[in-house]
């Protein structure tokens, strides 16, 4: 059992950067990779960036490479998900996933931080 607990939301204009934090409760992640989704109003939810925890492998969705950076931190159990000039169409809510590393589902889900895009 993984809870997951999401930070780091706000509000901010177009071009600037916030970090997302998300922090997991378990005795080792080593097993797991970690991802970050989006819901926007009105549109169904879609993956941003993951990341194996054991190798550091990560992944991104096309439209946030270069943009974004996902990252971990094996002492705090912490992923964090660096969103650099941040555009409009990023505002969303931002989920925090897990899922053992070997399966195609995240069956850990944190609560979502909202990050709203000024123009």
């Known amino acids: 059992q993984v809870q997951l607990v999401e930070s780091g939301g706000g509000l901010v204009q177009a071009g600037g950067s916030l970090r997302l934090s998300c922090a997991a409760s378990?005795?080792?992640?080593?097993?797991?990779?970690m991802g970050w989704f989006r819901q926007a109003p009105g549109k169904e939810r879609e993956f941003v960036a993951s990341i194996n925890w054991r190798a550091g492998s990560t992944y991104y969705t096309d439209s946030v490479k270069g943009r974004f950076t996902i990252s971990r931190d094996n002492a705090k159990n912490t992923v964090y998900l660096q969103m650099n000039s941040l555009k409009p169409e990023d505002t969303a809510v931002y989920y925090c996933?897990?899922?053992?590393?070997?399966?195609?589902?995240?069956?850990?889900w944190g609560q979502g931080t909202q990050v709203t895009v000024s123009s």
């Open positions: 996933a897990a899922k053992l590393a070997a399966l195609q589902r995240y069956d850990y």
């Open positions: 378990a005795r080792t992640l080593s097993s797991y990779s």
